[in-house]
Nanobody, 125 residues
Framework: QVQLVESGGGLVQAGGSLRLSCAAS????????MGWFRQAPGKEREFVAA????????DYAYYVKGRFPISRDNAKNTKYLQMHSLKPADTAVYYC??????????????????WGQGTQVTVSS
């Protein structure tokens, strides 16, 4: 069974930075595209960023505007979301997820087969 565990969330002041990590277990190699999502109270889960298995391709939600570079270290089976210039609107539970094998375009939330438990990010103003 594959497990994804997020960490790095917490309370930060507006304009500050946090680095989220997603550690994967149950696999000996990394060949899956990965994504980050977030969900605020009363809102649906929304896409934040994604990265190809090799790390050579990335995709971001419009509201990121270059603030949240995504990266991965396949040797450590870990994915990262480096968040800068955080705003109160970024407050949410952040989840990492894995794309189903064989999929690489026109992805929706239903194309992710494993999800972490989430880590809370709270940005104060």
């Amino acid at each position: 069974q594959v497990q994804l565990v997020e960490s790095g969330g917490g309370l930060v002041q507006a304009g500050g930075s946090l680095r989220l990590s997603c550690a994967a277990s149950g696999r000996t190699f990394s060949s899956y595209h990965m994504g980050w999502f977030r969900q605020a109270p009363g809102k649906e889960r929304e896409f934040v960023a994604a990265i190809t298995w090799s790390g050579g391709g990335t995709d971001y939600a419009y509201y990121v505007k270059g603030r949240f570079p995504i990266s991965r270290d396949n040797a450590k089976n870990t994915k990262y979301l480096q968040m800068h210039s955080l705003k109160p609107a970024d407050t949410a539970v952040y989840y990492c997820a894995r794309v189903r094998a064989g999929l690489n375009s026109h992805l929706t939330i239903y194309d992710y087969d494993y999800w972490g438990q989430g880590t809370q990010v709270t940005v104060s103003s």
